[in-house]
């Protein structure tokens, strides 16, 4: 994910030259390649977090499009207030990429991981939350963000991702994106868990149950109305993510359900409100955690 | 303003009346009737506490008619009592919380130099506000960059929220300081408008700090150097006692 995005951006700043680059001193083997082609428009802050978003902010309120690039936590919790009012209040175009979605930093430990980050950033009036779930949603977010009014936050999972999509999806900010029709349940994924998701609706056909597959890259704004068609289907809506329970996107999607005040089987498969205080990969420490266990 | 709508922070409003009087009537290339013009100078009001100051400055300068300042923190009002650059033209950055303007500034000039814009950036904080860790992740950065177009100016009235700057956090060096990272530094009398636009004027090769010594409350007898001026308003005979100081007719 991490190599698409820097391909776009490179791309992008060939003919648009407000195109920024900002990193707090992250970007090893990814950024060197935009830095090269465009030194004037790249900068190391150090590692300063809090700045990087402040002088982000400065350079968009002077008309640049600026991608602060870093580890999840750091470009968006260690300077939550920069955002918070550098981007947010004052509705920058600054787009925080972060790379790390979830567990991918898996062994390195919990400081490393990102189980809060759609929380805290969906609470942000005038945020946009994307969580692109394989490389072609990457692409097509990415191309879109050079357009878009306002701040961005990108949640990146790591390298080396499978693409599910073929390059005829449609893809937008902003929109759901059904992977694969069924009738009998409905799995919403978003972020670095679509491609899990598509192995369960794998597995449930074999059992004779035809799923839906929806990929919801953007938990802010949330799809309302792609979510009010699956109500109205009264079949049962499951959610898959990997992040905390709390704030994410079955929470995104909990209040669409509560606010339909329609009944609909519901359930959330998200991380249990705990941190991680296991040592081991990504996909060892989704078993642990129990993300990878299909409802029957 | 402030005894109006009964808000806080008349003193710290007080301590820097002269800077943003010498800044937008004497050194800053700036046009109200184009405040967005493209290479204007840009000022930052860091301790965004300080907005009555800096709403009076702009109104007498001609950037919004001076009754919009009868509507400072007030229900339906126009200007809040912390920076919001949508609530009239000429403010440049939102502000509230401290320790975030000199990176909004050095962002801004970083954008200036990129584009070979000649407008200036000058970003004004409170010595209080150097407490704040942020401050100096974008002093080290300024200096590294040797931005030629970015001025800070340090208003050291030696109060902060809850105490002498020099006992909370010992700052009596903060010349050294600014100094000790690279920036080139000035101290000025933040009162006296000679010395402030003498300072101003020196030519800089990288990024230019003023540390202009100020007294909280300047220029009203019972305010001057008081921290409870950080807090309360004046009620309506201080109100008239304070303006009539401040007329030169008491």
Known sequence: ?296 | MTHRSKSSHVGSCLSICEILYCLYFKVMNIDPHDPHKIDRDKFILSKGHGSAALYATLAERGFFPKDKLEGFYMDHGTLPGHLDMQAVDGIEASAGSLGHGLSLGLGMAIANKCDSNPGRIFVLLGDGECNEGSVWEAVMLAATLRLQNLTAIVDMNGLQGFGRTCEVIDQTNMTERWAAFGWEVHEADGHDMGQLEKVFGFHQKGPKAIIAKTVKGKGVCFMEDRLEWHYKSPNDEQCESALRELDGKS
């Open chain 1, 1 to 296: 994910m991490r190599t698409t995005f820097v391909n776009c951006l490179i791309d992008r700043a060939k003919i648009d030259n407000r195109i920024f680059v900002i990193t707090p001193d992250m970007g090893f083997s990814v950024l060197e390649k935009f830095k090269e082609q465009f030194p004037q428009r790249f900068l190391n802050v150090g590692i300063a977090e809090q700045n990087a978003i402040g002088v982000a902010a400065g350079l968009a309120l002077s008309g640049k499009i600026v991608y602060v690039y870093s580890i999840i936590p750091f470009v968006t919790m260690r300077c939550f207030e920069q955002v918070r009012i550098d981007l947010a209040y004052m509705n920058t175009n600054v787009r925080l990429v972060g790379v790390g979605a979830g567990l991918a930093y898996g062994p390195a430990g919990a400081t490393h991981h990102a189980i809060e980050d759609i929380a805290i950033m969906r609470a942000l009036p005038n945020m946009t939350v994307c969580c692109p779930g394989d490389p072609v949603e990457v692409r097509a977010l990415i191309n879109q963000s050079f357009a878009h009014k306002g701040p961005i936050y990108f949640r990146l999972n790591k390298n080396g991702e499978t693409c599910i999509h073929d390059d005829s999806a449609r893809i937008e900010i902003g929109k759901a994106i059904t992977v694969k029709e069924g009738k009998d349940i409905a799995l919403i994924t978003t972020s670095n868990m679509l491609e899990q998701g598509l192995h369960w609706v794998k597995e449930w056909s074999l059992q004779g149950k035809q799923a839906a597959l929806i990929s919801m890259p953007t938990v802010k704004p949330i799809d309302t109305d792609a979510i009010l068609q699956l109500i109205n289907r009264n079949i049962p809506i499951i959610t898959l993510e990997e992040h905390n329970m709390i704030g994410g996107l079955g929470s995104a999607v909990a209040e669409v359900i509560a606010d339909a005040g329609k009944a609909v089987v519901f359930k959330r498969i998200a991380i249990q409100d705990v941190y991680s205080h296991l040592v081991g990969s990504q996909q060892l420490l989704r078993s642990k955690l129990g993300l990878d266990r299909r409802p029957i």
